[in-house]
């Protein structure tokens, strides 16, 4: 599975968009882009997922670059329980084997 | 629908000792992935079960082992604990149904159980 490279940490103030970066340069043709998050001693949540297309759900949003060498994860209007280290994953075995990295670890501030 | 449980959600151990732990994944789900998670090593894969078989596998010794029921439930044991063997352990499970094209789909994690050796 290709490497990810995320900054290790960011801050967002509470309302505003929060976009953490992501680059995976090798990424192939068939691997996805996962974004999980993880909250203070709990089990990561997933996020979003996708392939080439931008995605975008409840929760948030991914762009993913043309060329798939790097994508954005959008958290539109961040809350104070959106504090968590976020990480994205480049997989394809998808199901399991994920490599979760180091991550960012985004604090939302009042 | 449940989430994913782990039984139990904390245990303390001696060195020397073996354990088990156990993962009821979401109704449903046949695949189950258990991970640890230390603050040293990060979340780290251990291995992944479907539909009994074990698919593969992380960089671990062979002291940890695992197996999955015919109900998708799983167990993970960890014999002869040692000091180093102190994390939270994570459970996964997902569909891991193939859709058209390549395989696509998500984890669903339990709370974990946090072992401590000592």
């Known amino acids: 599975d290709a490497k990810t490279t995320q900054p290790p940490s960011m801050d967002c103030a509470e309302g505003r968009a929060a976009n953490l970066p992501c680059n995976h340069s090798t990424i192939s043709g068939n691997e996805y882009v996962y974004w999980y998050r993880q909250i203070h001693s709990q089990g990561p949540q997933y996020i979003i997922h996708?392939?080439?297309n931008n995605e975008t759900n409840e929760m948030a949003s991914l762009i993913i670059t043309e060329d798939r060498k790097s994508s954005t994860l959008i958290l539109p209007h961040a809350t104070l329980r959106d504090t968590a280290v976020y990480y994205c994953?480049?997989?394809?075995?998808?199901?399991?084997?994920?490599?979760f990295g180091k991550g960012t670890s985004l604090l939302v501030t009042p | 629908k449940a989430g994913v449980t782990q039984t139990p959600r904390y245990l303390i151990k001696t060195r020397g000792q073996q354990v088990t732990l156990s993962c009821s994944p979401i109704s449903g789900h046949r695949s189950v992935s258990w991970y640890q998670q230390t603050p040293g090593q990060g979340l780290q894969f251990l291995f992944e079960y479907f539909s009994e078989t074990q698919r593969n596998k992380g960089n671990f010794p062979g002291r940890f082992s695992g197996r999955q029921f015919s109900n998708s439930r799983s167990e993970m044991n960890v014999s002869t604990l040692e000091l180093g063997d102190s994390a939270l352990y994570l459970c996964?499970?997902?569909?891991?149904?193939?859709?058209?094209?390549?395989?696509?789909?998500?984890?669903?994690f339990g709370p974990g159980t946090r072992l401590t050796v000592t």
């Open positions: 996964a499970s997902s569909l891991a149904m193939r859709l058209a094209g390549p395989t696509s789909y998500e984890q669903y």
């Open positions: 996708g392939l080439k």
């Open positions: 994953i480049v997989s394809l075995h998808s199901g399991y084997a994920l490599n």
